[in-house]
């Protein structure tokens, strides 16, 4: 079976840093893959190489056996990749349901813009929002503007503009960052019905380990930009190394 997601030798370097040491890291359809490690490992980095925001210095990224590197930047969105960040990454002049409805411009049969005014394709976009932010019990804010809207919401409406895209391999970065326990117990039950839904594969960093093991079937650690361990959850959890370098016990 191709992978969904499939990555080698993965080097980034930054000057004298290397971010990324020859990192291999592969995810199937529909699986869900937790990457974990300490502040630093090289976890943004890699979602940056993978939805071409940062040009690695070596190696190869696949996606559904396609070369992703061959890509432009611009069309890695349009092909079916959607991504979040650490830091909810919103237009605060927007509302709620125009966020979301920038996340499924892939839909518009003539661009996002073009589709926005004229009266059909705006009609088509907000109704496709609408049911996004449905899921996401969102849908009384959806004329709320995002500017002022609480942190654990603002990360709810761009995990729901990513989904808007309706993707086939979604990057989750610290999705339950700065969540309450209830919070992130709310949003990892989401993702698991989305998942489950939809059968796209998710790739999925954090550092709440309870929020990970949840989720995902298997984790992948990184430290210091090498992969230490990658396995099933239950194994990868109690690995010595792992503990170490998560907990800072060297
Ligand atoms: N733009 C940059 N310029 C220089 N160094 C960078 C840059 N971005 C990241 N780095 C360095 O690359 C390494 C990996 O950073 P990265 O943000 O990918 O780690 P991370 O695992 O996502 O960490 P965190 O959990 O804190 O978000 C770190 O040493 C970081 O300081």
Aim: proline share 6%; glycine share 14%.
């Amino acid at each position: 079976m191709v992978p969904m997601l499939e990555i080698g030798r993965l080097t980034v370097r930054y000057g004298g840093v290397t971010a990324l040491d020859a990192v291999g890291l592969t995810a199937g359809p529909g699986e869900v893959v937790g990457l974990i490690g300490p502040n630093g490992a090289g976890k943004s980095t890699l979602f940056d190489c993978v939805t071409r925001r940062r040009a690695p210095d070596e190696g190869v990224i696949r996606f559904a056996g396609h070369d992703v590197l061959a890509r432009p930047p611009h069309q890695v969105a349009g092909c079916g990749i959607a991504r979040t960040f650490q830091h909810p990454a919103v237009f605060p002049g927007l509302s709620v349901r125009e966020n979301v409805m920038t996340g499924a411009y892939r839909f518009a049969p003539a661009g996002f813009w073009r589709a926005a005014f004229a009266r059909d394709g705006e009609r088509r976009l907000r109704a496709h929002a609408d049911r996004v932010l449905d899921l996401f019990g969102l849908l009384g804010l959806g004329d709320h503007p995002a500017a002022g809207l609480p942190y654990g919401v603002l990360k709810r409406v761009e995990i729901a503009r990513a989904v808007a895209a309706e993707p086939t391999l979604l990057l989750l970065d610290e999705p339950a960052g700065g969540l309450g326990p209830e919070e992130a117990a709310a949003l990892a039950g989401l993702i698991r019905d989305l998942h489950r839904a939809t059968g796209m594969t998710v790739v999925v960093v954090e550092h709440h380990m309870e929020f990970v093991l949840g989720l995902c079937g298997r984790i992948v650690c990184l430290d210091l930009g090498h992969k230490i361990a990658d396995g099933p959850a239950h194994v990868v959890r109690r690995d010595p190394a792992v503990i170490a370098a998560c907990l800072g016990a060297r």
